[in-house]
């Protein structure tokens, strides 16, 4: 493969296990920067925004969810999501503990018009 892309370099496994190596820790170089020694993204400007959450009702979402309001603080919440009970859930569990203001709205990216969004989105 390298051999075609280089005709006049050749082919090395030792160049490319290196190149490989370096892409590693170049990415994990980048990732523990951005989370241990880089400065927080300020989220003080957008608070007094409504912060929409997509799929949020369970999994990875929820956990995003849960970790941005608690740590940063933040109070305005619109959810969309495909389940009405599970949502009415969340406005109680995050107006009760956090003292959220939270807006709901019943919609599935993968069934609904996409065209219906602006609507849903005017809401606000």
Request: proline residues 4%.
């Amino acid at each position: 493969m390298f051999k075609d892309l280089f005709p006049s370099l050749g082919f090395c496994p030792f160049h490319a296990a290196l190149w490989i190596f370096q892409a590693y820790f170049t990415v994990r170089f980048i990732n523990v920067w951005g989370h241990f020694i880089g400065k927080p993204l300020n989220l003080e400007p957008y608070k007094q925004h409504w912060t929409v959450f997509t799929g949020c009702t369970d999994g990875i979402g929820y956990a995003y969810l849960e970790e941005l309001v608690s740590t940063r603080n933040i109070k305005k919440l619109y959810l969309i999501g495909r389940n009405a009970a599970k949502l009415d859930l969340l406005i109680k569990y995050f107006e009760g503990k956090y003292g959220c203001q939270v807006k709901t709205a019943i919609f599935d990216f993968e069934k609904d018009n996409l065209e219906d969004l602006p609507l849903i989105y005017s809401l606000l």
